[in-house]
């Protein structure tokens, strides 16, 4: 059975760091491309980062770079996401998702495997 769970989300202020961890189960992780996506009430998901197999390769969201770092532990199949000075527009549940490609991509459409998400409220 495959298994996404994400953890370590909460309640930050403005300005503020928090990092948020996946663990998978059931999938050879070290064959897939890592994403984060997150989605705020009323608006459509959005690629947050994403790492490719081996970690090599990591690609974030225009409007995040500098703030946001994801990485992967492959020994540990896990993939982190850290972020860093949070705003309160970074309030979103945060997914975690899967793919079965090494080639990395953006859209929420090419991962297969989700988490049930977690939820990141920053105060103002």
């Known amino acids: 059975q495959v298994q996404l769970v994400e953890s370590g989300g909460g309640l930050v202020q403005a300005g503020g760091s928090l990092s948020v961890s996946c663990a998978t189960s059931?999938?050879?992780?070290?064959?897939?491309?890592m994403g984060w996506f997150r989605q705020a009430p009323g608006k459509e998901r959005e690629f947050v980062a994403g790492v490719s197999w081996s970690g090599g390769s990591a690609d974030v969201a225009d409007s995040l770079k500098g703030r946001f770092a994801i990485a992967r532990v492959n020994a540990k199949n896990e993939v982190n996401l850290e972020m860093n000075t949070l705003k309160p527009d970074d309030t979103a549940v945060y997914y975690c998702?899967?793919?079965?490609?090494?080639?990395?991509?953006?859209?929420?459409?090419?991962?297969?495997?989700w988490g049930q998400g977690t939820q990141v409220t920053v105060s103002s």
């Open positions: 059931g999938l050879v992780f070290g064959g897939l491309t």
């Open positions: 998702a899967a793919r079965r490609d090494r080639i990395m991509t953006r859209r929420p459409a090419d991962y297969q495997y």
